[in-house]
């Protein structure tokens, strides 16, 4: 292998990658794992003249349904229990002390 692996698919890799590469190298892959451990969920359907919350946690989200309707939805920013960090088995505190 040369250079740094392109995908990294078990906490194996991300501990090698971390003891065996320089700081820049590794970070952004163990930053990735805390980034996308959040995902848009759908909280509510919004009725007409009804107002949604916009705010960094949630967001409204407008789409057409099979009949050409527009349908108005509240989307909530949560953590995903299957997110990549989970299913590795690490968890927040261990990544956050690892960049820390």
């Known amino acids: 292998m040369r250079g740094s692996p392109k995908y990294l698919n078990t906490r194996a890799d991300y501990d090698y990658m971390r003891a065996h590469f320089a700081a820049e190298v590794w970070r952004p892959y163990w930053q990735e794992l805390l980034d996308s451990r959040f995902v848009?969920?759908?909280?509510?359907?919004?009725?007409?003249?009804?107002?949604?919350?916009?705010?960094?946690?949630?967001?409204?989200?407008?789409?057409?349904?099979?009949?050409?309707?527009?349908?108005?939805?509240?989307?909530?920013l949560v953590e995903d229990a299957h997110a990549k960090i989970f299913r590795l088995g690490l968890t927040v505190a261990e990544v956050e002390e690892a960049l820390g």
Do not use: C, F, P
Not at 45 to 68: C, F, K, N, P, W
């Open 40 to 76: 848009w969920q759908i909280s509510g359907t919004l009725g007409d003249g009804e107002d949604g919350i916009e705010d960094a946690t949630h967001r409204m989200q407008v789409e057409q349904d099979y009949q050409g309707n527009e349908v108005r939805y509240q989307m909530k």
